[in-house]
Each structure stands twice: as structure tokens, then as C-alpha cells.
């Protein structure tokens, strides 16, 4: 009967991964001391997207020094609201000007043989005003309502990036902001 020292030497195959990382390892280096440590207020780009009007503030496509995580102002008009939408990462947002509310549909998980995602049909309200900080679990669907019919309101919107990198970059627009 075969022992388990017998498996563990069958095949032929060979490979260099391990040599591969040190080497892609050394190149990330050097290439990350090119990325930019400060990104300038006028460097930041401005994107009218489904989920209204943003300013990005980090992102991947920036070569920012920052890897982990995606930073965006967004502007919401007057009684407006974002596009309604959802992802994996789990999100958190401050408040930097006017007062408004979220809406968020929680999810109920379950995974036995597959995934399977269900939503509250009832959203639950949160209000909000300048100086508040907002946490909005993860896959939790969620749209953002500005209170004030007069002044435009302003958030900046923090996620990780990364559950993108380990595969998971789970993202649905599924409404679009007003306009969009």
C-alpha cells in the first residue's frame, strides 16, 4: 500500500512562482516610488457617473501610494438624491456640508450549495447632517437623499478595494441618480 511520501513525490511539473514573486515583488517596489504621496485638489477628477455628480479623490487609476482603499466627494442637488446601488465592500461616509438622509435595504445571506442574496423590502431611514460620519454594511443596497431643497450637499464616500483584488468586486447600479 502506498504511503503518503509516495503521493507527495508524483508528477513532473515544475514552475518558478516563488521566484517569480521575489522578482514582481522587487518591481512593485520600484514602480511604487513613482506613485503619487499627495494628489492635489486640482488633480482630482470630477466623473458624472449613475451615481451622480463625484469627485475622485483616491482611486486605482490614480497611482496614488494608497492601495487598499477608493475615497470620492460626492455632490447631491438640491432635494436630490445618488443612484441607488450596492456592492460588496462595505462603505463609510462623512458628511462635509448639508444634511439628508440614507435609505438602506439590509440583505439576508445564505450560502449552502451557492450564494443566495435576499433584500429587506422596507428600507430602514438614517438622517444625517454636516459632521456625521455613516457606515453602510457590506452588499447593503443604499441611496443617498440631500433634506435641503435649497443648498447642494456633499459627502466623501470611503470603501476598500480590497475584496475587488481577492475576486469578490460585486457592484450593481440599480437605479440611476436623476439626470444620469
Not at 7 to 27: I, M, N, P, V
Not at 49 to 67: A, F
Amino acid at each position: 500500500m502506498p504511503n503518503e511520501k509516495d503521493f507527495a513525490r508524483k508528477g513532473s511539473q515544475t514552475c518558478s512562482f516563488y521566484a517569480d514573486g521575489l522578482e514582481e515583488s522587487a518591481a512593485f517596489r520600484e514602480e511604487y516610488k513613482t506613485r503619487l504621496n499627495v494628489v492635489k485638489s486640482f488633480d482630482m477628477p470630477f466623473e458624472d457617473s449613475p451615481d451622480g455628480r463625484l469627485k475622485h479623490i483616491i482611486h486605482k487609476k490614480l497611482n496614488t501610494m494608497e492601495c487598499c482603499i477608493d475615497a470620492y466627494m460626492q455632490f447631491i442637488p438640491p432635494g436630490g438624491s445618488t443612484g441607488k446601488h450596492r456592492h460588496l465592500a462595505e462603505e463609510v461616509f462623512y458628511v462635509v456640508e448639508g444634511s439628508g438622509y440614507d435609505l438602506h435595504w439590509d440583505i439576508d445571506f445564505d450560502c449552502k450549495e451557492e450564494f443566495s442574496w435576499q433584500w429587506e423590502k422596507e428600507p430602514q431611514r438614517f438622517e444625517w447632517t454636516q459632521g456625521d460620519f455613516v457606515y453602510i454594511p457590506p452588499y447593503t443596497i443604499h441611496q443617498h437623499f440631500n433634506a435641503d431643497q435649497d443648498n447642494e450637499t456633499r459627502i466623501i464616500a470611503v470603501t476598500n478595494r480590497i475584496l475587488k483584488e481577492m475576486g469578490f468586486d460585486w457592484f450593481d447600479q440599480l437605479e440611476n441618480a436623476e439626470g444620469f
